[in-house]
């Protein structure tokens, strides 16, 4: 069974910083390309960031280009993403997300129950 | 305000029809870019619920359908049940120069 676990959500200052952690398990994660994607309180879905199976390519939204990192070790099974400079409005559920392997397309088979991160004086 | 745009709300009873829209441009939809959709249960992560415009993952109910045409796309839901009451997402690829991985804005299910 597929499961995305991600950790390392909590409130945090503006201008602070936060690493959220996803753990992969039931599939063999070098294979797959790997997601974050964030839903603010009460909001829509908003994509983040991306990174290939070998960390050859990665891909950010314009929203957090700069301020954000995504990573991961295929050795750990994990996903990193390595949150600086934080904003108000970086207030969200940051879910961890895979993209199926073998797609044309680029979308999201599984997701992880999210973690939340509160940017708050 | 989302490069896709979706209705904020559409509502059906049960055993009813409904269809929700996405409504993309020439960057995303417009351009040939698959349209993906995903149904979110209160309190729950998003579930993948079509790929590819029109295909179901497996256990998905074939009561769920999407199509896609032109610059929009669109889910339709037969048989309507009190457990489709949710969220729904479309999904696609943005070409423009802010481009990447997009979502429309959601549309809230309510069954009567």
């Known amino acids: 069974e597929v499961q995305l676990v991600e950790s390392g959500g909590g409130l945090v200052k503006p201008g602070g910083s936060l690493t959220l952690s996803c753990a992969a398990s039931?599939?063999?994660?070098?294979?797959?390309?790997m997601n974050w994607v964030r839903q603010a309180p009460g909001k829509g879905l908003e994509w983040v960031s991306s990174i290939s199976s070998s960390s050859s390519y990665i891909y950010y939204a314009d929203s957090v280009k700069g301020r954000f990192t995504i990573s991961r070790d295929n050795a750990k099974n994990s996903l990193y993403l390595q949150m600086n400079s934080l904003r108000a409005e970086d207030t969200a559920v940051y879910y961890c997300?895979?993209?199926?392997?073998?797609?044309?397309?680029?979308?999201?088979?599984?997701w992880g129950q999210g973690s939340l991160v509160t940017v708050s004086s | 305000q989302s490069v896709l745009t979706q209705p904020p709300s559409v509502s059906g009873a049960p055993g009813q029809r409904v269809t929700i829209s996405c409504t993309g441009s020439?960057?995303?939809?417009?351009?040939?870019?698959?349209v993906h959709w995903y149904q979110q249960l209160p309190g729950t992560a998003p579930k993948l619920l079509i790929y590819a415009n029109n295909n179901r993952p497996s256990g998905v109910p074939d009561r769920f359908s999407g199509s896609k045409s032109g610059t929009s796309a669109s889910l339709a839901i037969t048989g309507l049940q009190a457990e489709d009451e949710a969220d729904y997402y479309c999904q696609s690829y943005d070409s423009s120069l802010s481009g990447h991985w997009v979502f429309g804005g959601g549309t809230k299910l309510t069954v009567l």
């Open positions: 020439s960057s995303n939809i417009g351009a040939g870019y698959d």
């Open positions: 039931g599939f063999t994660f070098s294979h797959y390309s």
């Open positions: 997300a895979r993209k199926p392997l073998d797609s044309s397309g680029w979308y999201f088979d599984y």
